[in-house]
């Protein structure tokens, strides 16, 4: 077997896209989701990690950008892996713990990038209406990785 030089090499690796999302919750279990202006579900705040940033970076990044507020960001909560679709190729998600938020600081939260209309807390009985099935599922490995004191790995599809 001949081995390809280099530069063909790492130019033939396969590209992985990534997004990384925060999970904030209030004292009660309720879920912080933010209602996008480009897709019709509600989604965790968070979004495409960039070229050359890292998951946790594009984490703090999002929130700053789609909450406003600046928060020390968690530890990691889950990673999906997940398989090419219709439209998106194989990606992995990342899910950070953001920690508690309490009803008055959504309400004071203030909306100026043009993608998020708004936020707010969800009951896990009403999240499948409000989301796709795979963020559910990584919601529930979230809180399961903050029960068990360590990352989640999920492989949805």
Same mark, same amino acid.
């Given at each position: 077997?001949?081995?390809? &030089?280099?530069? %063909?090499?790492? /130019?033939?690796?396969?590209?992985?896209?990534?997004? /990384?999302?925060?999970?904030?919750?209030?004292?009660? =279990? @309720?879920?912080?989701?933010?209602?996008?202006?480009?897709?019709?579900? *509600?989604?965790?705040? =968070?979004?495409?990690?960039?070229?050359? %940033?890292?998951? *946790?970076?594009?984490?703090?990044?999002?929130?700053?950008?789609?909450? =406003?507020?600046? @928060?020390?960001?968690?530890?990691?909560?889950?990673?999906?892996?997940?398989?090419?679709?219709?439209?998106?190729? %194989?990606?992995?998600?990342?899910?950070?713990?953001?920690?508690?938020?309490?009803?008055? %600081?959504?309400?004071?939260?203030?909306? $100026?990038?043009?993608?998020?209309?708004?936020?707010?807390?969800?009951?896990?009985?009403?999240?499948?209406?409000? $989301?796709? &099935?795979?963020?559910?599922?990584?919601?529930?490995? /979230?809180?399961?990785?903050?029960? =068990?004191?360590?990352?989640?790995?999920?492989? $949805?599809?």
């Amino acid at each position: 077997m001949d081995l390809l &030089p280099f530069d %063909e090499y790492v /130019a033939a690796l396969p590209r992985k896209r990534m997004a /990384a999302g925060v999970l904030f919750r209030d004292d009660a =279990g @309720r879920v912080l989701l933010v209602e996008p202006s480009y897709k019709p579900y *509600w989604d965790l705040p =968070g979004g495409t990690v960039d070229a050359e %940033e890292s998951p *946790w970076a594009a984490a703090t990044r999002e929130v700053r950008e789609e909450l =406003g507020i600046e @928060r020390p960001r968690g530890d990691l909560l889950v990673i999906d892996h997940r398989k090419s679709g219709d439209r998106l190729p %194989e990606g992995l998600y990342f899910v950070f713990d953001g920690g508690l938020i309490t009803e008055a %600081e959504v309400a004071a939260l203030t909306f $100026t990038d043009p993608e998020i209309l708004s936020a707010r807390l969800f009951t896990r009985d009403e999240l499948p209406a409000k $989301t796709r &099935p795979s963020l559910v599922a990584r919601i529930d490995a /979230a809180f399961e990785a903050q029960r =068990g004191g360590r990352p989640v790995l999920l492989d $949805t599809q």
